[in-house]
């Protein structure tokens, strides 16, 4: 007797909203790493803002890949340096560099394409 079965190693698709919110989150923080870098106007800590919400908004689909775990861990360390900036720039300094390089690099690794839609 035979039976139809599907694969299990076929992949679920994601959500299509879920994906979009991960693009989405992305891209918000993508921009809070840049306003971190480079704080125009003051912006750095709009940007560390940023920098974590979008973090968040990333995570549906993310949780549990590589990209999103640089992303994360990129976020909390930028935030984690406006604290420490406190006490002492220069680390302070470096540490939010770091960290916003990782949600960069992080969020042009895990950018959802058109084939994850």
Known sequence: ??????????????????????QIGLVIAS???VLIIFDPF???????FLALGGAALS??????????????LGAIVAGLSRL????NESL??????FGSSTVLIGSV?????????
Do not use: C, N, Q
């Open 59 to 72: 995570a549906p689909v993310g949780v549990g890949k590589t990209w999103f775990v640089a992303v994360a």
């Open 42 to 48: 003051g912006l750095g800590v709009v940007g560390v």
């Open 31 to 33: 921009i809070g790493a």
């Open 92 to 97: 302070g300094g470096w540490l939010a560099i």
């Open 1 to 22: 007797m035979e039976s139809s079965i599907a694969s299990a190693d076929a992949p679920a698709r994601p959500d299509p909203s879920a994906v979009r919110a991960t």
């Open 84 to 87: 420490i900036a406190d006490g």
């Open 109 to 117: 690794l895990g950018y959802p394409t058109r084939d994850e839609e």
